[in-house]
């Protein structure tokens, strides 16, 4: 049987909640499909921070790379300082196994409720691909004078063709396979140098793909084209920042937090790649069952995608999606069902759909 090593961060608050629940999920798919998954836990975040630390050592990274694939769950403890984490652990791994490209699907299934009037399943169905290594993400910069009246900071931004041209050939390929429409969106009008770049990056990659039409929306009219017309987008292609901020927003027009997956892409297969919901660890609600999985359901169901198992990547997309349209609330008390319950159910669920 095909066999794939899956290595799990299960990670902080309702990391390991949701994280469990996808694999119950996953699980079902492989065993429905025929192969299986050979899961190792692997200890990191805050809690291993806080009782060591240590955020991340070579041998860890070592370990992680003879998996096939990373699932994580979600990093994150209002006890660590902000940056820690999200740079010495996340940003590091993203470095670390060249993970340039960054998947976030933006779809409302059909009976989730939008809290975007006019919002619906017909017309909500695009996908983010965010550069993922460099631009204003690669930390490098100064703080002179901190503290004082004199203080100037300087945060340089990176970008590359190589990285460009990976995540743009990326969303051409993905377009293509769907309604063939790749949007960039950019700051190129004040960001010329950064801008410019990515436009001729654009217009290069376009060339090799005559049927897929191409784009241009600034990232400031995005934040409204997206939640009110989102009909109009098919794959948009953006960088490090800007794919931060407009996902985000993606995540709400699709119903919430709770919903929203995203996968961190080796394009070249040189190291594995990381499947994550795009939530935290959500230490409000951390143990109190309310963390809706299905973010982490979706995130596995990239993650089987990404191991080429598309069979098994629709089945547990589709499980998660039936079961969602069955929940009174997509969060908290209201969901009528808790964290746990959801993953059996998603599970079950992966047998039953066409
Ligand atoms: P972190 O610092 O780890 O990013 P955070 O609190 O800043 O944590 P999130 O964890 O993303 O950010 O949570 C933001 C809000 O969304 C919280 O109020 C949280 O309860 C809610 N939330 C996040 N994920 C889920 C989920 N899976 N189900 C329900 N609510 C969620
Ligand atoms: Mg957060």
Redesign the pocket.
């Known amino acids: 049987m095909r066999t794939y090593r899956l290595a799990v961060v299960k990670g902080d608050?309702?990391g390991p909640e949701?994280t469990e629940a996808a694999l119950r999920g996953m699980h079902a798919a492989a065993r429905r499909c025929g192969f299986s998954l050979d899961t190792a836990d692997v200890d990191l975040g805050a809690e291993r921070y806080l009782r060591t630390g240590e955020v991340l050592d070579e041998g860890t990274v070592s370990a992680l790379r003879t998996h096939d694939a990373v699932l994580l769950g979600?990093?994150?403890d209002p006890r660590v300082p902000p940056g820690i984490l999200e740079r010495g652990l996340i940003v590091a791994l993203r470095v670390a196994f060249a993970q340039s490209v960054n998947i976030r699907p933006v779809r409302l299934y059909p009976g989730v409720q939008s809290p975007i009037r006019g919002v619906t399943a017909q017309n909500c169905d695009l996908v983010v691909i965010r550069e993922n290594t460099e631009g204003l993400y690669t930390g490098g910069g100064t703080l002179a004078h901190a503290g004082t009246p004199h203080a100037v900071a300087v945060q340089n931004s990176l970008t590359t063709v190589a990285a460009t041209t990976d995540t743009v050939e990326f969303a051409f390929r993905l377009a293509q396979e769907r309604r063939r429409r790749v949007t960039l969106c950019h700051k190129t009008n004040i960001l010329m140098h950064a801008g410019q770049l990515w436009q001729e990056v654009v217009d290069q990659v376009a060339l090799r793909y005559p049927e897929v039409e191409h784009d241009y929306v600034h990232a400031d009219a995005m934040c409204q084209h997206l939640p009110l017309d989102p009909g109009r987008f098919d794959v948009v292609v953006t960088d490090n920042l800007f794919g931060d901020i407009i996902s985000d927003l993606g995540a709400t027009v699709q119903g919430g937090?709770?919903l929203a997956a995203s996968a961190n892409y080796n394009v070249a297969g040189s190291a594995p790649s990381m499947y994550e919901?795009v939530?935290?660890?959500?230490?409000?609600?951390a143990g109190k069952g309310?963390?809706?999985p299905a973010?982490a359901a979706l995130s596995a169901a990239l993650c089987l995608a990404g191991l080429g198992e598309r069979e098994a990547a629709l089945c547990l997309e589709a499980a998660t999606a039936s079961v969602l349209a069955e929940l009174p609330s997509l969060?908290?008390p209201g969901m009528g069902s808790d964290t746990a319950a959801l993953g059996e159910r998603i599970a079950a669920r992966v047998m039953d759909v066409d």
């Open positions: 608050g309702i949701v979600a990093v994150g937090l709770g919901p939530h935290g660890s959500a230490p409000d609600i309310w963390a809706n973010a969060a908290g």
